[in-house]
């Protein structure tokens, strides 16, 4: 039985109040929330701090563990955890990505990346943790290599978009970087070989792109399939072939594979792929949509459906929603009304739809 | 003119993606693309999200834009501290070919400087040796009437030795003082690339500039020994003279506008503009075509022996190094003059992360006493700039150049042809760049030991200092700027 078979129902499990000002995104910290070990959530929000979230082993809910201010001077965009969960970046309007540390029961800033001209919009770690790629809105796509000691060095400065760059991020498990930009497109970026990083593919309309602002994407727990949510009101879907792509024998170019359109009515800020595929949007119509593939095998054309519609999810724009990976069907949302909620999806059993 | 033509560094700078007319800039972008970034979206939500993003623009975004581009010249972007070459309509008419071709109607002088990289660029593309492009190039310039055709690798030379004395002068102050200054003496980096001037100048500000080496790029030196000695010897005022580079860079246009390349004889005197345009190679390439000229076909005329590194037997000589060979020359010379060590043969120059970032040290008695490295591209050039920053730079000089691959890869080089890569053509020029050009020591040259007797006086000298070296100036954020960034 697949999950489009399942009825579910979306738990508001836990309002996260502290932020003074609009939340921009969420990040779960790796490797935590199972065995146990308490789950940790990152937030970052337009008021200049990162708050780390701590879930107590006792009662189940979230406490502010840490707050970490008086670095960056203005709006901090997003936040990523290393895989290892070391470190936390911290991309900021003010230009600069600050590299933390948790030393003891506090986050130390061990290092500032300078370089972008303006506004850091996004920030993300490759699958190993040895780079770290930023974007922004100078139109520029950064990669820095992580170096012993927390020193980072540039790697390569890319440039080929044509406006602001809104998310970058990495392939979850080979060195491939995507980046999606106000100018429409997806771009596809690559090394060569002779440490010199390409676009190798760019994913515009006449792909069957997005035809507005491309504001961020996530891969399958394959990585295989990449959802991308716009301004154009769609998701879409987008393959490759990831034996081609492992095989290094040139590169696999990303096809669309679907549209899921007709479900929103705003803009579609946030997409998150959990782990055993359901995808999650968050949109300016303060709702919270998941979708799942339909598992049937009936047609070769994979479809995808509206698992469930959380209406006023929050009382302000979705800016961003994350499925912790830990297996627990956990989601943790961000709103422009300066909260965070963390919900459980919950399997309404006895209550499944006869299969068809 | 596409800003796509600058060095990717300048490129970098290319910030204002929401620029409007009245926040700083006066030009007004290209309208009507889409997404225009002059027009914020028009659903509500998503004008929410784009003030949100971008604060700054609130209230001003939403202005008209006007469809006449308004003119402005390239030294009113240098004078901003904003964008500099995001707007297409910026003007070069100052810059450009005709701008060139009427100075001769006119009847200017016009002379002509051109660049060994403009050269290798030309050879490689007609399949002509660098001697016999620079003649042929001669016959061409003379032909339309210009009064001379001088080399650039002739200037380059005394900006090789003005460095050389810079640097020992520089690396005795670190070493023999400990004042606050003292710290501020090295490394010493290099000053010929305008695309990295701009840079710091912009971006990075008043930390690095006491770093960059005061003396004059080969393209400001000749500029200065043209307009300030050479004019009397030929018996031309300096005023009546056009002088014209040929450069395989787009950055090189904003360096000869610089207010601190334009002198006056006297105090009420007329202002003279050291270089007063320059054309790319790719530019040079449209007026061969756009001339119905065919180019390998074209006499070979003798050289103008003034102000060109050409000797006796007609061969040319200059230095090893396609970027100018600052670090190398300077490394020789300080091994030479501070160890006492004088190095045979080719430096042994190691690759570090990249075919860009190179570096050569000089061991005395199993000490490092000298760390030089070349530094290409914009990606290097940030590496190098953060350990500046940090008070961890290893280096005693750097040759710090904004393109990758350095000056024969410039933005105003002939592009490939197709189906040549990038790769291939840049070993191309690499190779045809030094193709019977024969190495010599710029401290040998005969024509800079005759400047130096009869005008300068000494390399390091006041007259050196007045007319070889020049300044650098932090660009301070206008009000506008900063609200854009607040």
Not at chain 1, 25 to 49: E, M, R, Y
Not at chain 1, 326 to 349: C, M, P, Q, V, Y
Not at chain 2, 92 to 116: M, W
Request: net charge negative; aromatic share 8%.
């Amino acid at each position: 039985m697949s999950l489009v078979d399942e009825s579910f129902e979306l738990k508001e499990l836990q309002v996260l109040e502290g932020h003074a000002d609009r939340v921009w995104s969420v990040a779960w910290k790796p490797a935590t929330g199972f065995d146990g070990v308490p789950a940790v959530l990152a937030s970052c929000s337009g008021d200049k701090t990162v708050r780390v979230w701590e879930q107590s082993p006792s009662s189940g809910s979230f406490q502010c563990k840490a707050v970490l201010e008086e670095t960056h001077t203005r709006t901090v965009r997003s936040c990523a955890w290393s895989p290892s969960g070391k470190l936390l970046a911290t991309a900021s309007f003010d230009a600069t990505t600050a590299v933390w540390e948790h030393v003891g029961d506090d986050y130390e800033c061990v290092s500032t990346l300078e370089g972008h001209e303006n506004e850091v919009k996004s920030i993300s770690w490759n699958a190993s943790g040895s780079l770290l790629a930023t974007c922004g809105r100078d139109k520029s796509v950064w990669i820095w290599e992580v170096l012993p000691g927390n020193e980072f060095e540039c790697v390569s400065v890319l440039q080929g978009h044509t406006q602001d760059v809104k998310m970058v991020q990495w392939h979850p498990n080979m060195d491939i970087l995507f980046s999606c930009s106000y100018d429409n497109t997806i771009k596809v970026w690559a090394e060569d070989g002779d440490d010199d990083w390409h676009c190798v593919q760019t994913l515009a309309e006449a792909n069957n792109g997005h035809t507005s602002t491309v504001w961020a994407l996530s891969f399958n727990a394959t990585g295989d399939k990449m959802a991308t949510c716009s301004d154009d009101l769609t998701l879409k879907i987008w393959g490759s072939d990831l034996l081609t792509i492992q095989s290094g024998n040139g590169s696999a170019p990303w096809k669309h594979i679907c549209t899921l359109s007709g479900y929103h009515d705003r803009t579609i800020f946030s997409v998150h792929w959990s782990r055993e595929g359901i995808i999650a949007s968050g949109a300016a119509d303060d709702a919270i949509r998941l979708f799942a593939e339909d598992g049937d095998g009936l047609v070769d054309e994979p479809k995808y459906h509206l698992l469930l519609k959380k209406d006023k999810a929050h009382d302000m724009d979705v800016n961003s929603v994350q499925w912790s990976s830990a297996g627990n069907r956990l989601l943790a949302s961000a709103s422009d009304d300066g909260t965070i909620k963390i919900w459980e999806l919950i399997s309404l059993a006895g209550d499944q739809k006869p299969p068809l | 003119m596409s800003s796509e033509k600058f060095s990717a560094t300048l490129r970098i700078g290319d910030l204002n993606d929401y620029i409007a007319p009245s926040q700083g800039c006066v030009v007004s972008l290209k309208a009507n693309s889409n997404p225009n970034p002059n027009t914020p979206p028009t659903s509500s939500s998503r004008l929410d999200k784009f003030y949100a993003e971008n604060p700054a623009t609130l209230g001003k975004a939403v202005k008209p834009v006007e469809t006449e581009p308004v003119k402005i010249s390239l030294k009113d972007c240098l004078a901003c501290s904003g964008c500099i070459t995001s707007a297409e309509t910026v003007m070069l008419e100052k810059q450009s070919l005709d701008e060139f071709l009427s100075s001769i109607n006119k009847g200017k002088a016009v002379i002509v400087s051109v660049s060994p990289q403009s050269r290798a660029s030309l050879a490689v593309h007609f399949g002509l040796s660098p001697l016999q492009v620079f003649k042929k190039l001669t016959t061409l310039f003379k032909t339309l009437g210009v009064k001379a055709v001088f080399d650039t690798s002739c200037s380059r030379d005394l900006t090789l030795i003005e460095s050389c004395y810079e640097f020992i002068t520089r690396y005795r102050q670190c070493h023999l003082t400990t004042d606050e200054k003292s710290k501020l003496a090295l490394p010493m980096i290099s000053s010929a690339c305008p695309g990295w001037i701009c840079y710091a100048e912009k971006t990075l500000g008043s930390y690095i500039l006491p770093y960059i080496s005061s003396v004059k790029s080969p393209q400001q030196t000749i500029g200065a020994i043209i307009k300030n000695h050479i004019c009397q010897m030929l018996c031309i005022r300096p005023e009546d003279i056009y002088h014209v580079t040929v450069m395989p860079c787009y950055d090189k246009k904003l360096e000869a506008v610089r207010d601190d390349f334009v002198f006056q004889v006297e105090a009420q005197g007329e202002k003279i503009t050291e270089v007063d345009s320059v054309l790319t190679t790719g530019e040079l390439l449209d007026l061969v075509k756009s001339r119905s000229v065919d180019f390998a076909s074209l006499e070979e005329s003798p050289l103008d022996k003034l102000l060109a590194n050409a000797a006796e037997g007609g061969h040319l000589y200059g230095v090893h190094g396609s970027s100018g060979g600052y670090a190398e020359i300077i490394f020789r010379y300080a091994a030479k003059t501070l160890f006492g060590k004088e190095i045979v043969g080719p430096l042994n120059f190691k690759t570090i992360r990249n075919s860009d970032f190179k570096e050569v040290t000089l061991e005395v008695d199993g000490e490092t006493v000298l760390k030089f490295a070349l530094c290409y591209g914009f990606r290097n050039l940030q590496n190098v700039v953060r350990k500046i920053k940090a008070g961890k730079c290893e280096y005693q000089f750097l040759e710090i150049m904004a393109c990758p691959s350095g000056c024969l890869n410039g933005g105003g080089q002939i592009k490939p042809k197709a189906g040549e890569s990038a790769k291939d053509l840049i070993q191309s020029l690499e190779l045809k760049y030094m193709e019977n050009v024969t190495e010599a020591d710029p401290l040998e040259n005969p024509i800079i030991k005759g400047l130096y007797a009869e005008w300068l006086d000494e390399p390091g000298s006041e007259k050196a200092k007045k007319h070889m070296h020049t300044e650098y100036h932090p660009i301070v954020k206008s009000i506008t700027s900063q609200l854009q960034n607040w």
